[in-house]
């Protein structure tokens, strides 16, 4: 009894210590809730910065993967209807151009397309210095909603095949020409090119197109040069950006990349 009575004592004392160290060395429910309440600031003061440098990645990689889709289908429909697109189905006849329905509908054969893309929020320009309805998306809205979240639209246009892409669709920012919305357009040789700026105009040589161009003044002024810049305030501005962002390098200065330089 005895060798009992002191292994009984001994079992008390350890548990006794034990008892008070787990005491001592937990947290209270309002320390709990303190930290809670700093990581959850923390979290918020740190989330956007976080989104913010993982976006022009993910704008990146959906344009890359815009552009091969349409290389691909491009081939395909050469292949399908023989070479000189161009010739054959952007002609205009004086009227209108006769073919132009058969030739879209050849590039959406080759697109996953499952319904129609519709843009509630405003679209904005390059540099955001423009919204709608005043944004001038150049040729038109994309309005085919592909199976991926893409939106696209074929257009012809100026003697010339035009494909308009949105690589998020219209529910995902920014929704803005040269960011997520591009042009290209099928060249002479049957291949896709991206638009590029021909020419910087500035805000003066702007307002003295509007003057001397008697008709299409405002259509004009605002896609001349097709502009990418974030010093133009043209209100197609961004429809030359596909180039850049197909090269990544900015437009406004070549030192630096496309997609880590979009205007905010």
């Known amino acids: 009894m005895r060798g009992g009575g002191r292994l009984l004592a001994l079992s008390s004392s350890v548990f006794g210590y034990c008892k008070k160290e787990y005491k001592h060395g937990a947290?209270?429910?309002a320390e709990v809730l303190v930290t809670l309440g700093i990581i959850g600031v923390v979290a918020a003061m740190t989330m956007p910065t976080l989104i913010g440098?993982?976006?022009p990645k993910e704008l990146e990689a959906q344009f890359k993967k815009a552009h091969s889709m349409l290389s691909q289908a491009t081939v395909s429909v050469v292949e399908e209807k023989g070479i000189g697109l161009n010739k054959t189905f952007a002609t205009h006849n004086g009227t209108n151009y006769a073919n132009?329905?058969?030739i879209s509908d050849a590039f959406y054969s080759q697109m996953k397309i499952i319904g129609t893309c519709t843009y509630t929020d405003k679209v904005k320009n390059y540099n955001k210095s423009s919204d709608n309805p005043y944004v001038d998306m150049g040729t038109v809205r994309p309005s085919k909603l592909l199976a991926n979240g893409m939106?696209?639209?074929?257009?012809?246009?100026?003697s010339m095949i035009n494909i308009t892409v949105d690589i998020n669709g219209p529910k995902k920012r920014p929704n803005a020409l040269g960011q997520d919305i591009f042009f290209f357009n099928i060249d002479g040789n049957d291949t896709l090119q991206?638009?590029?700026m021909s020419k910087l105009y500035t805000d003066e040589e702007v307002e003295e197109l509007k003057k001397t161009d008697a008709s299409?003044?405002?259509?004009?002024?605002?896609?001349?040069?097709n502009p990418c810049s974030a010093k133009s305030n043209q209100r197609g501005n961004g429809l030359g950006c596909a180039y850049y962002a197909l090269i990544n390098q900015s437009p406004d200065d070549s030192t630096k990349t496309f997609w880590?330089?979009?205007p905010k």
Not at 151 to 158: D, F, G, L, S, T
Not at 216 to 221: D, K
């Open 27 to 29: 947290f209270t429910l």
């Open 53 to 55: 440098n993982t976006k």
């Open 100 to 102: 132009a329905s058969e």
């Open 151 to 158: 939106c696209m639209e074929v257009h012809v246009n100026a």
């Open 194 to 196: 991206p638009k590029r």
């Open 216 to 225: 299409g003044v405002e259509n004009f002024s605002s896609q001349a040069g």
């Open 260 to 262: 880590e330089n979009l």
